[in-house]
């Protein structure tokens, strides 16, 4: 195992050398030959409080941190130009397969350039282009700690309280956070960040993505100036951006399921089970769950990434997450049902692989996403079966 994870971070090391000419090639490409030292390297950072430091700078160096920037920008329009959402949904989907914890930073990382791109002025967004372009990771921190009072502006302009479930505490060292300002909405606030300033990662005690460095940031004192305010209160939860969005998160999930799915094949095939008609009717039924959380993913990242996005575009993603959340629940089952008790013992892969999974899949309000998105199909005119797709197409 420590040789392969060794391997790997050579493998990326390798990369790192190519930098001058990664710049210019498709960081799509690069990624690809990045995976199989970020899937060795994810072994070992299965730790408390660990972060995939070789990993983030790999990605880095294969553009994928400028990558998220419109075009004018110096990137490639991931996440924010309609271009973008077809390159987008397979990095995320492949870097899902090889890292959920790294998969996780990323997706904050984009959400975090698409809202300072979306709402900050021209010289924000300028200014954002050329710290993402220097190896600066974004994050977004919206949750708040249950039973306290949400991050304010207090007097003298400073921050008072705390943010919690902050992936890259730590780390980022450029995060959006929401902020109450009196009685109006939510405020979007970018601050600069030293590495380990403010974080707290022992509360992070969940059973998988240990290597997502997600912890509480304490911001009481920091003083808030007034470039630091992105777009306008009540920005951040403007929709159908805010819940379109969801469509990025549920691609790293479905990447996250195909890994297990092809964890499940490999036991098949090594201890010559897959012919035995139940397990294959396991996987079959895993291979048409992965498949589907794909088509919905694929469906939903292009209707959210349109010029125009409508409430469609967010009822679609509200549906389309469950839909993916469904079924990476379904392979979970189908491999630990196919493989047995192995799956639940270190150091099968299969055991880091179902923990991460089964965490990530945890994301704010699903029961109000499935309400949102059966709500609009009672609203529509249109017949079911014409709602996504108008008579006319094929
Ligand atoms: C690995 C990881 C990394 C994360 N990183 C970040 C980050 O960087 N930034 C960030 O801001 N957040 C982050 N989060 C937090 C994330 O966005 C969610 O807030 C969190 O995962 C919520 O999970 P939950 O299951 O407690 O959700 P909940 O929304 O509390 O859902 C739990 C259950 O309660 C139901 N429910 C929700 N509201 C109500 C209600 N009012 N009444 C009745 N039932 C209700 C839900 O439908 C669900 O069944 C991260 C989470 C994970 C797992």
């Not at 921050?159 to 109006?184: E, F, I, N, Q, W």
């Not at 125009?308 to 993603?317: I, R, V």
């Not at 509200?318 to 270190?346: H, K, P, W, Y």
Request: proline share 7%; glycine share 10%.
């Amino acid at each position: 195992m420590r040789r392969r994870c060794l391997q790997g971070i050579e493998a990326i090391s390798a990369l790192r050398q190519a930098r001058p000419t990664s710049r210019v090639a498709d960081p799509l490409e690069l990624l690809r030959q990045c995976l199989p030292g970020i899937a060795a390297a994810a072994a070992a950072e299965d730790e408390d409080g660990a972060f995939p430091t070789s990993s983030l700078a790999a990605l880095d160096e294969a553009g994928l941190l400028a990558a998220p920037l419109r075009r004018v920008l110096g990137g490639h329009g991931w996440g924010i130009e309609a271009a973008g959402a077809g390159p987008l949904a397979q990095a995320l989907r492949l870097l899902g397969r090889a890292s959920l914890p790294l998969g996780r930073l990323y997706e904050g990382h984009v959400n975090a350039l698409r809202l300072m791109q979306r709402f900050g002025t021209p010289a924000q967004a300028a200014a954002a282009a050329r710290d993402a372009a220097a190896g600066h990771l974004f994050a977004v921190w919206n949750t708040e700690a249950p039973g306290e009072p949400p991050l304010s502006i207090g007097p003298e302009a400073r921050l008072l309280g705390r943010k919690v479930l902050c992936s890259g505490a730590g780390h980022a060292t450029r995060a959006l956070v929401t902020a109450r300002d009196g009685d109006r909405p939510p405020q979007m606030l970018l601050l600069p960040l030293a590495p380990g300033e403010r974080a707290d990662l022992s509360v992070w005690t969940a059973q998988g993505m240990r290597a997502s460095a997600t912890g509480a940031m304490a911001f009481t004192g920091m003083p808030v100036e007034p470039e630091m305010h992105i777009g306008s209160p009540g920005d951040y939860l403007r929709q159908p951006d805010f819940s379109a969005g969801a469509w990025r998160f549920a691609a790293v999930h479905c990447g996250g399921a195909e890994a297990v799915l092809a964890a499940l094949r490999d036991h098949l095939r090594r201890t010559g089970r897959g012919g035995d008609a139940n397990q294959a009717a396991r996987l079959g039924q895993a291979a048409i769950a992965a498949e589907t959380a794909r088509l919905w993913v694929e469906q939903a990242a292009t209707r959210a990434e349109a010029p125009a996005p409508g409430a469609e575009a967010a009822a679609y993603a509200n549906l389309a997450r469950l839909a993916v959340e469904r079924a990476a629940l379904d392979i979970l089952e189908a491999a630990q049902r196919s493989v047995g008790l192995a799956a639940f013992l270190r150091p099968n892969l299969l055991e880091r692989l179902c923990r991460d999974l089964a965490t990530y899949l945890r994301q704010p309000g699903p029961d109000r996403a499935l309400a949102e998105g059966a709500a609009y199909l009672l609203a529509a005119e249109a017949e079911p079966g014409d709602l996504w797709h108008p008579p006319s197409a094929p």
